[in-house]
C-alpha cells in the first residue's frame, strides 16, 4: 500500500489511514477476508481509588449551591484551684458552668456536566458494527465523571482556585519530613525495614498526639513505588518476610486499634510532597496517615441527572449534570502528612 494522495483524494482522504484500513470514527472498519478481527472493545485503562480510601456526603442535593458543617468547641473555666477542675465551696454562690460555641464551615458545590452527542447517521453505522456509538459515548462520560472525582477528591482542582484542594494536599493538614536514615537519605528505597516502620509509626503518632490521644489513624496511602518496594524487599536473606508484612505485623496500630495498619497506594501521592510536583517520579513523594470516617473527612456530591434527550437536526444529545464539592476535612487533626520518603 502507498500513502493516500490527500490532494487529489478528495473527501474519502479525511475518512481513511494511509493503509485505507479504517473507515470512520463510529468504529466501521474494512476487514479483509483472512483477518480475524477481535469484536472486544477494549476500553482506557484507569486508575480510580476513592471509592476505596473515602466516603461521600450523600445528603447534598442538584439544588444545592454550598454544603455546611459545624465546628463545636467547648469551654470551661476552672474553679477555685489553678488545676483548672471544677472545684467549689460548701458556701458557693458563684458556680462556673460551660459554655459552648458552635462555627460553621460553608462551602461551594461546583456544577459538573458534559454532553453526550452523536447522529442518527453514526447510530446505524455502529448498530451494523456490533458496537453501538451512543452506549460508547455514555460509557465514556461514566470513566471522565469518575476521573474528575478522583481527581477533586484527592488534591482538588488548583486551577479553579487555591482553596480548592483535597483530602491529600489541605493547608489545614500538617506535614513533616521524613527522618534521616543512618545511610543519610530520607527515602524509603535506602533506608532498613526498622527506620521504615519508625517513619509511618511518626507520622501516626503525630496525628494521634494532635488529637489527644483521641483517635490512632488506622490506614496509610503511599505511592504506587513505595508499595511495591516494601511489598517485594525481603527482611532477611531467608525470604521469610517482605518489609510490607514486617511493618503490618509491628505497627503502633495493632496495639492501638487491635488490626493491622490498612496500608494502600495511589497515584495521587507521586509527587505530591512540600516542594515536588504531582505525577513527577524523582520529586517528593508523600505519604498520608488518617482513619477513614465518615464523621472526619468525607466528600460531598451530588447524583448525577440528566436533560431530556434532545433532536437537533441529525443530533441527538442529552446533557448529564451533578455537583462536585470541596472535600470537607472535618478534623486536620485526624490527617497527617509525611513528606520526601
Same mark, same amino acid.
Not at 466516603?55 to 477555685?80: F, H, N
Not at 465551696?89 to 460555641?101: E, H, L, Q, R
Not at 527522618?179 to 494521634?208: H, Q, R, Y
Not at 436533560?307 to 462536585?324: E, G, N
Given at each position: 500500500?502507498?500513502?493516500?494522495? &490527500?490532494?487529489?483524494?478528495?473527501?474519502?482522504?479525511?475518512?481513511?489511514?494511509?493503509?485505507?484500513?479504517?473507515?470512520?470514527?463510529?468504529?466501521?472498519?474494512?476487514?479483509?477476508?483472512?483477518?480475524?478481527?477481535?469484536?472486544?472493545?477494549?476500553?482506557?485503562?484507569?486508575?480510580?481509588?476513592?471509592?476505596?480510601?473515602?466516603?461521600?456526603?450523600?445528603?447534598?442535593?442538584?439544588?444545592?449551591?454550598?454544603?455546611?458543617?459545624?465546628?463545636?468547641?467547648?469551654?470551661?473555666?476552672?474553679?477555685?484551684?489553678?488545676?483548672?477542675?471544677?472545684?467549689?465551696?460548701?458556701?458557693?454562690?458563684?458556680?462556673?458552668?460551660?459554655? @459552648?460555641?458552635?462555627?460553621? @464551615?460553608?462551602?461551594?458545590?461546583?456544577?459538573?456536566?458534559?454532553?453526550?452527542?452523536?447522529?442518527?447517521?453514526?447510530?446505524?453505522?455502529?448498530?451494523?458494527?456490533?458496537?453501538?456509538?451512543?452506549?460508547?459515548? $455514555?460509557?465514556?462520560?461514566?470513566?471522565?465523571?469518575?476521573?474528575?472525582?478522583?481527581?477533586?477528591? $484527592?488534591? %482538588?482542582?488548583?486551577?479553579?482556585?487555591?482553596?480548592?484542594? %483535597?483530602?491529600?494536599?489541605?493547608?489545614?493538614?500538617?506535614?513533616?519530613?521524613?527522618?534521616?536514615?543512618?545511610?543519610?537519605?530520607?527515602?524509603?528505597?535506602?533506608?532498613?525495614?526498622?527506620?521504615?516502620?519508625?517513619?509511618?509509626?511518626?507520622?501516626?503518632?503525630?496525628?494521634?498526639?494532635?488529637? %489527644?490521644?483521641?483517635? &490512632?489513624?488506622?490506614?496509610?496511602?503511599?505511592?504506587?513505588?513505595?508499595?511495591?518496594?516494601?511489598?517485594?524487599?525481603?527482611?532477611?536473606?531467608?525470604?521469610?518476610?517482605?518489609?510490607?508484612?514486617?511493618?503490618?505485623?509491628?505497627?503502633?496500630? #495493632?496495639?492501638?486499634? %487491635?488490626?493491622?495498619?490498612?496500608?494502600?497506594?495511589?497515584?495521587?501521592?507521586?509527587?505530591?510532597?512540600?516542594?515536588?510536583?504531582?505525577?513527577?517520579?524523582?520529586? @517528593?513523594?508523600?505519604?498520608?496517615?488518617?482513619?477513614?470516617?465518615? #464523621?472526619?473527612?468525607?466528600?460531598?456530591?451530588?447524583?448525577?441527572?440528566?436533560?431530556?434527550?434532545?433532536?437537533?437536526?441529525?443530533?441527538?444529545?442529552?446533557?448529564?449534570?451533578?455537583?462536585?464539592?470541596?472535600?470537607?476535612?472535618?478534623?486536620?487533626? #485526624?490527617?497527617?502528612?509525611?513528606? #520526601?520518603?
Amino acid at each position: 500500500m502507498t500513502m493516500l494522495d &490527500f490532494a487529489s483524494a478528495g473527501p474519502l482522504a479525511r475518512m481513511a489511514t494511509y493503509d485505507r484500513a479504517t473507515q470512520d470514527s463510529t468504529g466501521v472498519f474494512f476487514v479483509n477476508e483472512l483477518e480475524r478481527m477481535d469484536q472486544t472493545l477494549h476500553e482506557p485503562q484507569v486508575n480510580i481509588t476513592w471509592q476505596r480510601d473515602f466516603d461521600l456526603r450523600e445528603d447534598v442535593t442538584i439544588g444545592d449551591d454550598s454544603s455546611s458543617y459545624t465546628i463545636s468547641t467547648y469551654g470551661s473555666p476552672g474553679g477555685l484551684a489553678s488545676t483548672g477542675i471544677n472545684w467549689m465551696s460548701k458556701d458557693a454562690d458563684a458556680i462556673t458552668g460551660p459554655s @459552648v460555641d458552635i462555627g460553621k @464551615v460553608a462551602q461551594p458545590l461546583i456544577p459538573w456536566g458534559t454532553e453526550v452527542r452523536y447522529t442518527q447517521l453514526e447510530i446505524e453505522s455502529s448498530k451494523l458494527a456490533g458496537r453501538p456509538i451512543d452506549a460508547q459515548k $455514555y460509557a465514556a462520560m461514566q470513566l471522565k465523571d469518575q476521573m474528575d472525582t478522583d481527581q477533586m477528591i $484527592y488534591i %482538588g482542582d488548583s486551577t479553579y482556585g487555591t482553596g480548592y484542594t %483535597g483530602m491529600a494536599n489541605s493547608a489545614a493538614v500538617s506535614a513533616a519530613f521524613a527522618a534521616v536514615g543512618a545511610s543519610g537519605s530520607t527515602l524509603w528505597v535506602n533506608k532498613t525495614p526498622s527506620e521504615i516502620l519508625a517513619d509511618i509509626d511518626a507520622v501516626c503518632v503525630n496525628s494521634w498526639v494532635a488529637t %489527644g490521644g483521641a483517635v &490512632f489513624p488506622d490506614r496509610v496511602l503511599i505511592p504506587f513505588a513505595q508499595e511495591a518496594y516494601i511489598a517485594s524487599q525481603l527482611i532477611s536473606a531467608a525470604g521469610s518476610a517482605s518489609i510490607l508484612s514486617f511493618v503490618m505485623a509491628n505497627s503502633l496500630c #495493632n496495639r492501638r486499634n %487491635g488490626r493491622p495498619l490498612d496500608i494502600q497506594s495511589t497515584k495521587w501521592m507521586l509527587g505530591l510532597g512540600v516542594g515536588g510536583t504531582q505525577g513527577v517520579a524523582g520529586t @517528593v513523594d508523600r505519604m498520608m496517615a488518617y482513619t477513614r470516617n465518615l #464523621n472526619f473527612q468525607r466528600y460531598p456530591m451530588t447524583g448525577m441527572v440528566r436533560t431530556p434527550v434532545q433532536y437537533r437536526s441529525q443530533f441527538i444529545a442529552a446533557t448529564y449534570m451533578k455537583k462536585l464539592g470541596i472535600s470537607e476535612i472535618v478534623y486536620p487533626e #485526624n490527617s497527617y502528612y509525611l513528606d #520526601n520518603i
